[in-house]
């Protein structure tokens, strides 16, 4: 990742008539320090759909007045949605005119072929106050107080006034008496971010082309589509940011999360596709296959990291230190080669074109060469009866005592089963969740006994590998024998579950 980066642990802003007085923290905080007051204009960039909004995005580029030095500055938010809640702030020296290239590969996934230009603009006079427990200690926040006139857009030359709250990782207990202060002196929380006010926009992410539209009526089959399509292409990007702001090191969660966007959607695709164009359906599903591998490379590395991690854990640290770090090492060398295939598909105009062909979807019309404008209640029973079946022919097949590729291949049909349930629900209700839950469940079972019969594998592939030592291959024997009998305890976790589904309360829905 380049550009340097500011983690703010939260931000809350609030807002304040423009001759608000700010209250006296120096009885609630050790040290307050007051900075010296800033003028900047600051423009913000977005494409014309306002695709970064839509993300939870912004970037801007502050310029001090009246000369000096400007820097571009992208904020994300946090990873998980939270009231108050920040991500990562990166920020790049620069000029006005120029866009960063770091920036602008972070957010190729988000803007694609579209463009950036100015959306907004503002003038700010900023006083900052640092926040620390004492002379010695710390800076564990900042206090800003900003005037701010718009300039341009529907609200030109709107003055309005706002308050921001930033706390750094480990602040103390102390900030919840600085919130109080302020908000006892006046100032009031806001969801509203700052650019939303220069935009004339409402609380909250704007619900963007790729995010389903609200409907009081029942769901038609085409509903059901488009929310799936528009579901899968929101948590592809939502993820797609954050794993290009640095690929080897990506977090674990969003390479997960962006990979099951892409086999739910194939899933789907495959499940309500019959409606479709089914060369578009093929060229979608390819797609998303072959970004979907790219992806498990990285995943399955993550995963065996953590199986291994957990055993030695377990262990007690008996097979902590050189042994365990080759094994570990080895690993880190296959993830890194991974990272950099991943790079290069997702950096690739066929991704993006898989990006663009889904969002033109979800903004509709649908591909479509069948009726979407059946009610999926009484659709989506059938399709779904088919995912059903398939499932229980696979049970079938595994016999009492299924193969290790029989079981994966019973996990899959189990997760398409589940995905097919999950969508069916604002249709069907309380039924297809009931099924969906039960489907999960055996697909966890499933998944957590084919994660750490492939972790057993790829050990014992280290073991009668020449070049490991002698060492690295006992410790590999003590973790294969307890992912043995791991195994043995999802087996019969999977038998339980898969007994549960079979259940009439779980399919009695689907003869309809």
């Known amino acids: 990742m380049t550009g340097d980066i500011t983690q703010v642990e939260r931000a809350i802003e609030l807002d304040v008539d423009w001759d608000f007085e700010p209250p006296d923290l120096r009885p609630v905080v050790g040290r307050p320090q007051r900075l010296p007051e800033q003028v900047r204009r600051t423009c913000y960039f977005d494409t014309p ?77 900023r006083r900052r106050m640092e926040l620390a427990e004492g002379a010695a200690a710390p800076t564990w926040g900042e206090v800003e107080d900003a005037l701010i006139t718009i300039n341009g857009g529907p609200n030109d030359g709107l003055r309005f006034r706002r308050i921001e709250l930033a706390l750094r990782s480990g602040y103390p207990d102390t900030a919840g008496a600085v919130l109080d202060c302020l908000q006892d002196s006046g100032a009031t929380v806001t969801e509203r971010p700052r650019l939303a006010v220069g935009l004339g926009r409402p609380a909250g992410r704007r619900p963007g082309p790729a995010r389903g539209r609200p409907r009081r009526r029942p769901p038609t089959i085409g509903d059901t589509l488009e929310t799936a399509i528009s579901s ?47 060369v578009w359906v093929g060229h979608a599903s390819e797609d998303l296959r072959w970004v979907g591998t790219a992806l498990g490379r990285v995943r399955d590395c993550d995963v065996m990291v953590g199986r291994l991690g957990s055993e030695i854990e377990r262990a007690g640290g008996e097979h902590t230190g050189p042994v365990t770090d080759a094994l570990l090492a080895r690993l880190a060398g296959r993830r890194r080669s991974g990272a950099e295939a991943l790079e290069g598909a997702m950096s690739s ?10 969002h033109a979807a979800a903004r509709g019309p649908l591909p479509a060469v069948g009726d979407t404008s059946a009610m999926s209640a009484e659709v989506l029973p059938a399709l779904v009866r088919k995912r059903w079946r ?83 291959a006992f410790a590999a024997g003590l973790i294969t024998r307890e992912e043995d009998r791991q195994q043995a305890q999802w087996r019969r976790r999977a038998r339980s579950a898969g007994t549960k589904l079979k259940r009439k309360k779980n399919r009695s829905w689907l003869r309809q």
Not at 236 to 242: G, Q, S
Not at 251 to 262: I, K, N, S
């Open 390 to 472: 398939a499932w229980a022919r696979r049970c079938r097949r595994g016999g009492g005592h299924p193969s290790p590729e029989e079981l994966h291949r019973m996990r899959i049909a189990a997760k398409r089963l589940r995905y097919a349930a999950e969508a069916s629900v604002p249709a069907i209700g309380k039924a297809a969740k009931r099924t969906a839950v039960a489907a999960e469940r055996l697909q966890t079972a499933l998944g957590e006994l084919h994660d750490s019969a492939a972790t057993t594998q790829w050990l014992e592939r280290q073991v009668a590998d020449a070049a490991v030592t002698p060492a690295a």
């Open 349 to 358: 105009d066929r991704y993006l074109d898989l990006l663009d062909r889904l």
């Open 49 to 125: 759909d306002l695709r970064l909004w839509a993300r939870g995005l912004t970037l801007c580029y502050h310029q001090p007045a009246p000369s000096g030095a400007g820097a571009w500055v992208l904020s994300t938010p946090p990873p998980k949605s939270g009231r108050g809640g920040a991500g990562p702030v990166l920020s790049w020296p620069g000029q006005p005119e120029l866009i960063p290239e770091a920036a602008r590969r972070i957010l190729r996934g988000v803007v694609r072929r579209s463009e950036l230009d100015t959306v907004a603009e503002y003038d700010t006079t």
């Open 232 to 278: 899968a292409l929101d948590r592809m990007l939502d993820h797609d940011y954050r794993i290009r702001m640095g690929f080897e090191a990506a977090d674990p969660e969003d390479v997960h999360q962006m990979r099951v966007a892409t086999r739910r959607l194939r899933s789907d695709l495959k499940t309500f596709g019959s409606v479709l164009d089914p």
